[in-house]
């Protein structure tokens, strides 16, 4: 049973007056049998939720009924947005507002419906950074944190890849994605969006400018058409690389999906000693060297000859390094 879903219900019957199960079937995504036993079950945690017959009827609660969700401040209402996202909240410089919002929403569910809250936030637990790599440092996030809600520009210091690696820039900062534990935000500047790394960033100070957000501007659909671009620009060449069986048992672990995606689609069939023979997408001969290289005798590349010869004289060195003719 979803403690969510029944605080869902809780709270439509709260603002709306009265709901037939159908309606919050509808409104919930759920079956109306699921409606019914929601109901039930909020009514078993004592909630005094009733049934009114006939045309127009449904459920409602008793008059007078309310939760008593009441005396937040704004910082823990925005908190409740992370309220599942204790590490994400305390980098945005709202862990104090998440653990009050936190108390006063459960101080405000019935007993049964507070239990088993409190027993699903003990049996999950969100971990955003990889492995292999420490927490980055954002000092201005709660900088961008307040930009995105009111609305306001940031002026920022920014190092990037490319030349000029330092720029200046005045962003009108959208929104803040989290992704694989790096924050990144997304932002407007000289009437393009883009995305700005936010350990990229070196300084970080409110304007005085105010802007309007596009009402059309979808952050989940800009992302994933960042992403998309992202991975057609990253790759732009193609390698012909030969496996053993434990290399491409071990590829998984070594290099990215994309890569292992295009072996498993474009693998020939294996010989008498288990290699297969596959072609690859690559960044660049320096990268595909280093990410192959993590392979070790378990790979052969057979073209390009540029990237055959990196390979050759990256081994070359490490012979002489350890002493072998």
Request: with cysteine.
């Amino acid at each position: 049973m979803s403690a969510s879903r029944l605080l869902s219900v809780l709270l439509l019957l709260q603002s709306r007056g009265r709901v037939s199960a159908r309606g919050l079937a509808d409104e919930l995504g759920v079956s109306v049998r699921t409606a019914y036993r929601d109901v039930a079950r909020l009514q078993a945690a004592g909630v005094p939720v009733y049934a009114e017959p006939g045309r127009g009827g449904g459920y409602q609660l008793v008059d007078g009924y309310r939760t008593r969700l009441t005396g937040m401040s704004e910082g823990e209402a925005r908190a409740l947005l992370f309220a599942g996202l204790p590490g994400p909240a305390a980098d945005l410089g709202l862990a104090a507002e998440m653990t009050a919002a936190r108390l006063k929403l459960l101080a405000a569910l019935p007993t049964g419906l507070r239990e088993e809250a409190v027993r699903t936030a003990a049996v999950f637990h969100l971990d955003a950074p990889g492995w292999y790599r420490e927490p980055e440092p954002t000092p201005y996030l709660p900088v961008f944190v307040d930009a995105v809600l009111t609305q306001r520009g940031v002026d920022v210091h920014y190092r990037r890849w490319r030349a000029p690696q330092e720029v200046h820039r005045r962003l009108r900062p959208y929104g803040l994605v989290l992704k694989s534990g790096i924050w990144y935000l997304v932002a407007a500047a000289k009437n393009r969006i883009a995305t700005y790394r936010v350990t990229q960033v070196l300084d970080a100070v409110p304007s005085d400018e105010r802007f309007s957000r596009p009402g059309d501007f979808d952050l989940g659909a800009y992302w994933t058409s960042y992403l998309d671009d992202f991975r057609t620009r990253r790759y732009t060449g193609t390698a012909t690389i030969r496996l053993s069986p434990r290399g491409r048992r071990r590829l998984p672990d070594n290099v990215s999906p994309e890569v292992v995606r295009a072996v498993d689609t474009t693998a020939s069939a294996a010989g008498d000693d288990g290699w297969v023979e596959a072609v690859i997408p690559t960044e660049s001969t320096e990268h595909a060297c280093g990410e192959l290289l993590r392979l070790g005798v378990d790979v052969e590349v057979v073209a390009p000859p540029e990237l055959r010869r990196a390979m050759a004289d990256t081994v070359g060195v490490l012979a002489r390094a350890y002493g072998s003719g």
